[in-house]
């Protein structure tokens, strides 16, 4: 996926065509299954990721239902933390406090979400 991501790029630089901007470009959906599922054969779900666009536009009352796809590939539930952080000087640049379980928090930052991690189910 990588490669032939990589092999489209070069081909829209050789004909002189622009990069598609990142924080408008919507990434493809996730099948992935709950991480507190625990059988052989879990169920999935699909799930889409959120957008920058998306995150800006986010109220006060905002930011529930929220899953992030953990290093085994599955998804838990997090919810915001906090205020989204946003820079003037770099309109690009987002960081969303996210609070998963009882003790662990962390911040998601924009690399984070242009890869795809902060993810809401498909058709919410």
């Known amino acids: 996926m990588a490669k032939l991501k990589d092999m489209l790029i070069e081909s829209r630089k050789r004909r002189g065509v622009p990069e598609p901007d990142p924080i408008v470009e919507i990434p493809a959906p996730h ?20 957008t920058i666009e998306e995150i800006r536009a986010w109220g006060p009352r905002d930011g529930y239902g929220l899953f992030w796809e953990d290093l ?18 770099d309109a690009k640049r987002i960081e969303v406090p996210l609070k998963f379980g009882l003790y662990e928090a962390f911040r998601a930052d924009s690399a984070d979400i242009l890869a795809g991690k902060l993810l809401v189910i498909k058709g919410e």
Request: hydrophobic share 30%; aromatic share 8%.
């Open 31 to 50: 099948v992935l299954a709950f991480r507190g599922d625990k059988s052989t054969k879990p169920e999935t779900k699909e799930y889409r990721a959120l």
């Open 72 to 89: 085994r590939g599955r998804a838990c539930n997090v919810r915001r933390n906090g205020a989204v952080k946003t820079w003037k000087r």
